[in-house]
């Protein structure tokens, strides 16, 4: 079975430009969740879908966003972007009620 | 206090012994812990789940619970160089499906 993929794997953007990623779950998982990996913080989690429902929200700005479509793929939206927001960006996919978490590849955003 | 703290490291061991990971947790609802191996360059993968309290073993992976302590621990047992990593533990906070992880332990064995 396919693992999650993320798109693109990497990314250079310039302070003030918007950028959106995209995620696809593990076939039969509804579940996606979204984290910020930086060296100074860690993971970091940004927020979760469940059958295209916002579930979780983490304590990062309104400049983050995401949705989930009806195939349970996921796109996060930055707007504004910061140089603070340099980092890799991370999806992991759940199947249903289970716990286990399952990350893909990620993005690397790299802000000049 | 933070939600989940992990010796910083980073630990070294000589090839075949046993690797000693530990991670506290400060909500004592959390009912799902969870260990993740990540590679330099590499995103995290999942290599131990735990929900009751004792021990878990899977290969040379023990995964060591204890709720009252509010304690999770991983050991490696024969630990190659092939394992050397960084070891993040993550919980469910809360009894939801976020994860908060530790910063991480860096495993280097030694050949």
């Known amino acids: 079975k396919a693992g999650v993929t993320q798109t693109p794997r990497y990314l250079i953007k310039t302070r003030g430009q918007q950028v959106t990623l995209s995620c696809s779950p593990i076939?039969?998982?509804?579940?996606v969740s979204w984290y910020q990996q930086t060296p100074g913080q860690g993971l970091q989690f940004l927020f979760e879908?469940?059958?295209?429902?916002?579930?979780n929200k983490g304590n990062f700005p309104g400049r983050f966003s995401g949705r989930q479509f009806s195939n349970s793929r996921s796109e996060m939206n930055v707007s504004t972007l910061e140089l603070g927001d340099s980092a890799l960006y991370l999806c992991?996919?759940?199947?249903?009620?289970?716990?286990?978490?399952?990350f893909g590849p990620g993005t690397r955003l790299t802000v000049t | 206090q933070k939600e989940v703290e992990q010796n910083s490291g980073p630990l070294s061991v000589p090839e075949g012994a046993i690797a000693s990971l530990n991670c506290t947790y400060s909500?004592?609802?959390?009912?799902?812990f969870f260990w993740y191996r990540q590679y330099s360059g590499k995103s995290p993968e999942l290599i131990m789940s735990?929900?009751?309290?004792g021990d878990k073993e899977d290969g040379r992976f023990t995964a060591q619970l204890n709720k009252a302590s509010q304690y999770v621990s991983l050991l490696i047992r024969d630990s190659q160089p092939s394992d050397s990593a960084t070891y993040l533990c993550?919980?469910?906070?809360?009894?939801?499906?976020?994860?908060?992880f530790g910063k991480g332990t860096l495993l280097t064995v030694n050949p």
């Open positions: 909500d004592r609802v959390s009912q799902s």
């Open positions: 735990i929900y009751s309290n």
């Open positions: 993550a919980v469910n906070i809360g009894g939801n499906y976020k994860l908060t």
């Open positions: 879908y469940f059958s295209e429902t916002q579930r």
């Open positions: 076939s039969g998982h509804r579940s």
């Open positions: 992991a996919s759940r199947l249903g009620e289970m716990y286990e978490q399952y």
